[in-house]
């Protein structure tokens, strides 16, 4: 199912699938590690403050306005 980062709970994983409205932001994502394909893990997504995400080892802090135009799929968790 897809969503936007904004919504994503703290402690999931998620694909990011796109990013939306192109502006020369999405440069700086993508230099962080922040592009399509790209499987983050959300620390911290709780009331008005800002998105954290774990990308490739590094966390990266997003503001909501900005984690509201990426688009992710939430990944199912493996069990066994």
Excluded: C
């Amino acid at each position: 199912m897809e969503t936007t980062l904004d919504s994503a709970p703290p402690g999931s994983r998620v694909r990011i699938s796109s990013i939306l409205h192109h502006g020369g932001w999405v440069h700086r994502l993508y230099q962080l590690g922040v592009f399509p394909g790209v499987i983050v893990e959300v620390v911290h997504n709780e009331g008005r403050g800002p998105v954290v995400i774990r990308v490739n080892g590094s966390e990266v802090v997003l503001g909501k306005g900005l984690a509201r135009r990426i688009v992710v799929e939430q990944l199912r968790e493996e069990t066994g």
